[in-house]
T-cell receptor
C-alpha cells in the first residue's frame, strides 16, 4: 500500500470545523483512500472512504484532490468526542490495511 | 449490531507462559487482520487472512507467534513463550475484503507479560 503522510497533531476549538490533511503522492490509480479514527482506549473505527469524488457521510466529509495525491478529512463541527487519532490509509486491491502514525486531534472546549 | 469480538479483554501472564488470544469476526467477512499496538511502534499489522488462508504474516515474529483460523468464525493468535516485550494491545479486525468496504475492529486484548 502507498505511504501516507499526516501531521503528528492538530488542535481545534469545539464546534469549529476541522480539516485534517493527508498526502499520498505515490497512490496508485485504483487505490481507495480510507480514513479511520481511534478514540482513547478503543479499537480503530471506520470514518469514510473515497476514490476520486468527494464523499459525505454522517460522520465527516472527504475532499480528494484532483490529482489524488492528497486528501482532507473534514469534521464540520468538532465535538469533544471527536478527540482521537485519525489515520489516512491507501487501500489497494490486496485490502492490506497498513496504518501509519496518524494525526492526534485535540478538541479544546 | 454486528461486531468483532475479542477475548480475553485483559490478560496478565508470566514470562515464558503461552498466551492465546481469540477473535470472532463478523459473520460473512472473509478477511481477518491481527494488529499489535504499543506507544512506541503504533499500530503494527502482524498478519492477515483471506478465506481463512494467511495472505501476509511478515509482520509477525515467527519464532514465538502463530496465527490461525480454525474455522470461519474463529481466529487465534498465540504467543509461546511470551516475553515482557510482547506487552501491548492486540486488535483483531474483519472486513469484506474489497477496497471499497470498511474494516471493523474489536475492542482489543490488553496483554501484560511480567
Amino acid at each position: 500500500d502507498a505511504k501516507t503522510t499526516q501531521p503528528n497533531s492538530m488542535e481545534s476549538n469545539e464546534e469549529e470545523p476541522v480539516h485534517l490533511p493527508c498526502n499520498h503522492s505515490t497512490i496508485s490509480g485504483t487505490d481507495y483512500i480510507h480514513w479511520y479514527r481511534q478514540l482513547p482506549s478503543q479499537g480503530p473505527e471506520y470514518v469514510i472512504h473515497g476514490l476520486t469524488s468527494n464523499v459525505n457521510n454522517r460522520m465527516a466529509s472527504l475532499a480528494i484532490a484532483e490529482d489524488r495525491k492528497s486528501s482532507t478529512l473534514i469534521l464540520h463541527r468538532a465535538t469533544l468526542r471527536d478527540a482521537a487519532v485519525y489515520y489516512c490509509i491507501n487501500v489497494a486491491g490486496s485490502y492490506q490495511l497498513t496504518f501509519g502514525k496518524g494525526t492526534k486531534l485535540s478538541v479544546i472546549p | 449490531d454486528a461486531r468483532v469480538t475479542q477475548t480475553p479483554r485483559d490478560k496478565v501472564t508470566e514470562m515464558g507462559q503461552e498466551v492465546t488470544m481469540r477473535c470472532q469476526p463478523i459473520l460473512g467477512h472473509n478477511t481477518v487482520f491481527w494488529y499489535r499496538q504499543t506507544m512506541m511502534q503504533g499500530l503494527e499489522l502482524l498478519a492477515y487472512f483471506r478465506n481463512r488462508a494467511p495472505l501476509d504474516d511478515s509482520g509477525m515474529p515467527k519464532d514465538r507467534f502463530s496465527a490461525e483460523m480454525p474455522d470461519a468464525t474463529l481466529a487465534t493468535l498465540k504467543i509461546q513463550p511470551s516475553e515482557p516485550r510482547d506487552s501491548a494491545v492486540y486488535f483483531c479486525a474483519s472486513g469484506a475484503g474489497t477496497v471499497n468496504t470498511e474494516a471493523f475492529f474489536g475492542q482489543g486484548t490488553r496483554l501484560t507479560v511480567v
